[in-house]
C-alpha cells in the first residue's frame, strides 16, 4: 500500500490519527487510500448492501475514506447504522475520513439531527479529526434549524412535533444502566410528547415510552454486554407506503443478538401453557440467496430462540422474569409483540449476517386470528463480515 508498506496497521493508524484533516486527506490521494462511495439514497439497506460489498476490507485497512459528497439521508436511521461503523474502526485503532454531502440541505438535516455532535459524543474525539477540510468549512456553514427540545418545550399549545424531536444521542448502559434507561424514557412521557404523540396515535402517546423506548432500552442493559445504545427519533418520515410514520432506532455495541446454533436454547419447564398469550404466529419468508427459501409458518418462541430444538432460531430474546421453572418472554418478543399490537407497526432487526423485518401480515383476514403476522428474514452470503453491534429500527404509523 505506497508509503504504509513495512508499517503495522496499528502503528500507521496511529500515526495518522495525529495529522490534520487536511494533510491526512492530502496523504490518501499518494498512497491510494481505498474509498467507499456511498448511495445516493442512503437508507440502511442500501448502505447495509454498500459494506457487504466492500467486505473484509473495512476492517483491514489502516486508513478508509467514506465519500458521502452525493448523498441524500432522508431518514435518521441511515446516519446511526454511519457512526456504529465508525466506531467500529476507532475501536480497532484504525482511521476513517469522511466526506460530506454537497447539498447545503442534506447537511442541514444533518446538523438537525446532532450528527456530526453524535459522532464526537460516540468517538470521543473532534470532528474536525474525521471531516475532510473542505467538509468541516461546509459544514461550519450549515444552518441548523432549533431543537425541539428547546424549541416547543412548555408550549402547551403545540400540535405537532418536529421531526427532530429527539436527536441522535449516546445513552451510556455498562454502569447503571437501568437507571440512564429510565432517565431517557421519562423525556418521553414529558406533558408536551404525550400530548403531540396523543394526537398521532389516537390516545397511545404514553405507551411509546413504556411500551417501545424503555424496552428497547432495556433489553440492551439486561444483557450484560453493552456499554453504550445510540438512538434517535425522526417524526413524520414517509414509509413506502405513502403514510408518515414516527421513526425510532437503538443501536447497542454490545454481542450479536442473532441466535448462536452451537449455544443450547434457555431451559424451560414443559408446561408453557399460562404463557400462550404472548405467542403469536409468523408468515416467514427466509431470503438465504438468488431466490427465496419456500414460506413457513412458525410461532415466536421458535423466531426468538425460545424453543428447544427448534429448526430456525433466528434471534435471542432475554427474559428478566422467571417464576424458577420457565424462562418467560420478554425482550425482542415483547418489543415486537408491542410494536405490532399497539401501534400496528414495523420492527427491523439488523445484526451479525441477517436482517429481519417483522410486521403485520397484510393478507390476514378479519376471520383468522388476531396474533398472526409476518417476518422476512435476509441472510447475508457465506463468509460476508457480520454487522457489529445490533440495530433495532421500530416504525410506527401516523394518523393521516
Same mark, same amino acid.
Given at each position: 500500500m505506497g508509503m504504509a508498506n513495512g508499517l503495522s496497521r496499528t502503528l500507521y493508524a496511529a500515526l495518522l490519527s495525529g495529522l490534520p484533516g487536511r494533510l491526512v486527506a492530502l496523504l490518501q490521494r499518494n498512497v491510494g487510500t481505498p474509498t467507499l462511495k456511498i448511495p445516493q439514497d442512503a437508507a440502511v439497506g442500501q448502505l447495509r448492501t454498500s459494506w457487504l460489498r466492500l467486505g473484509k476490507r473495512w476492517t483491514e485497512r489502516p486508513i478508509f475514506h467514506l465519500d458521502f459528497s452525493d448523498s441524500e439521508f432522508h431518514e435518521a436511521p441511515g446516519l446511526v447504522f454511519v457512526i456504529a461503523k465508525l466506531l467500529e474502526r476507532k475501536k480497532m485503532g484504525l482511521q476513517t475520513t469522511i466526506e460530506l454531502p454537497k447539498h447545503p440541505e442534506v447537511l442541514n438535516f444533518l446538523r438537525d439531527l446532532r450528527f456530526p *455532535?453524535?459522532? *464526537?459524543d460516540a468517538l470521543g474525539m473532534s470532528i474536525k479529526e474525521i471531516l475532510t477540510a473542505a467538509s468541516f468549512e461546509r459544514l461550519q456553514r450549515a444552518k441548523r434549524r432549533p431543537a425541539s427540545n428547546s424549541a416547543w418545550a412548555n408550549t402547551s399549545t403545540m400540535q405537532k412535533l418536529p421531526f427532530n424531536f429527539f436527536p441522535i444521542e449516546t445513552v451510556p448502559v455498562a454502569d447503571l444502566g437501568h437507571i440512564a434507561a429510565a432517565n431517557y424514557a421519562t423525556r418521553w412521557l414529558s406533558s408536551d410528547v404525550v400530548s403531540a404523540l396523543d394526537q398521532d396515535l389516537h390516545g397511545a402517546g404514553k405507551q411509546v415510552a413504556t411500551h417501545v423506548v424503555l424496552e428497547a432500552l432495556m433489553y440492551a442493559v439486561e444483557r450484560q454486554d453493552a456499554s453504550l445504545v445510540l438512538t434517535a427519533a425522526h417524526h413524520g418520515v414517509l414509509h413506502p407506503s405513502g403514510r408518515p410514520q414516527l421513526t425510532l432506532m437503538f443501536w447497542d455495541d454490545g454481542k450479536s443478538i442473532a441466535k448462536d446454533s452451537a449455544k443450547p436454547p434457555p431451559a424451560h419447564g414443559? #408446561?408453557? @401453557?399460562?404463557?400462550? $398469550?404472548?405467542t403469536r404466529t409468523y408468515e416467514v419468508e427466509v431470503h438465504a440467496g438468488k431466490r427465496p427459501l419456500p414460506r413457513r409458518d412458525i410461532n415466536s418462541r421458535e423466531l426468538f430462540g425460545l424453543e428447544k430444538n427448534s429448526p430456525l432460531q433466528v434471534l435471542? $430474546?432475554? @427474559?428478566?422474569?422467571? #417464576?424458577? $421453572?420457565e424462562s418467560l418472554p420478554g425482550g425482542l418478543e415483547v418489543l415486537a409483540? @408491542? =410494536?405490532? #399490537? /399497539?401501534? @400496528?407497526? *414495523?420492527?427491523? /432487526? =439488523?445484526t451479525s449476517n441477517l436482517r429481519v423485518v417483522i410486521s403485520a401480515n397484510p393478507k390476514t383476514q378479519a376471520s383468522e386470528e388476531l396474533s398472526r403476522a409476518r417476518a422476512v428474514i435476509e441472510v447475508d452470503p457465506e463468509g460476508s463480515v457480520a454487522f457489529w453491534g445490533n440495530l433495532l429500527i421500530l416504525r410506527i404509523p401516523l394518523a393521516r
Open positions: *455532535e453524535a459522532i *464526537e414443559n #408446561d408453557l @401453557s399460562t404463557w400462550l $398469550s404472548f435471542q $430474546s432475554i @427474559s428478566p422474569f422467571t #417464576d424458577g $421453572s409483540n @408491542s =410494536v405490532l #399490537d /399497539v401501534f @400496528s407497526g *414495523e420492527m427491523e /432487526v =439488523v
